[in-house]
């Protein structure tokens, strides 16, 4: 995993995860929390959100049914961010997306959210898929390549991708970073079709 950390991959095209649909919600959700000065406090609580529909699995299966009326959903969830002590603020946020009948899109639009919120506070935030847990040397090493390519206020966010198979993807906006090896085996593929 070290030497995909010391590689310069090459940028593809990707869309910019906190574009278009989330990009509009996040701008609102910023705007109203700036101005009421709940600005600390909703990046907070969209975080813990965010952490509760990942780990908690009635609620990752409420927010994933494509069968929930929009109604009764919209009153389970803010059942549950009412018991955790969620603000008006964001209950009411949150209320509203089900409500346009975006329940499904909740994860992207938190995402989205902390995504603009860097950008507002001039943090860039690196997505970075391996296909194995980062240890703290590889944390260091790629914190330390982002820094030399030009980000110098970055928050990594992880995930683990076993179907990368090794190596890692690293998102920046809308540029993708791909070193993993099931890549590397895509291409070696397609080069191989073309000499066959």
């Known amino acids: ?106 994860p992207d639009l938190i995402s989205g959210f902390a995504i603009y919120v860097a950008g507002k506070r001039g943090i860039v935030t690196a997505e970075v898929a391996s296909a194995h847990p980062l240890s703290d040397v590889q944390r260091t090493q790629l914190t330390a390549r982002l820094a030399e390519a030009g980000y110098g206020r970055v928050t990594i966010r992880e995930s683990v991708d076993p179907a990368l198979l090794g190596g890692l993807t690293v998102r920046i906006g809308s540029k993708l970073y791909d070193t993993s090896l099931k890549s590397r085996l895509q291409r070696l593929r397609f080069v191989m079709k073309g000499a066959a």
């Not at 990046?43 to 994933?64: C, F, Q, S, W």
């Not at 494509?66 to 946020?93: C, N, P, T």
């Open 1 to 106: 995993m070290s030497s995909a950390v010391n590689t310069s991959p090459t940028p593809t095209g990707a869309p910019d995860r906190a574009s278009g649909l989330s990009a509009r919600y996040a701008r609102a959700l910023y705007d109203l929390a700036d101005e009421r000065k709940q600005l600390d406090q909703t990046v907070t609580e969209m975080a813990t959100l965010g952490d509760l529909i990942k780990n908690d699995a009635p609620l990752k299966r409420l927010v994933a049914s494509r069968s929930v009326d929009a109604m009764e959903a919209a009153r389970a969830m803010d059942a549950v961010l009412s018991s955790q002590g969620f603000s008006d603020l964001v209950r009411h946020f949150i209320g509203t997306a089900i409500q346009n009948r975006r329940l499904r899109d909740l």
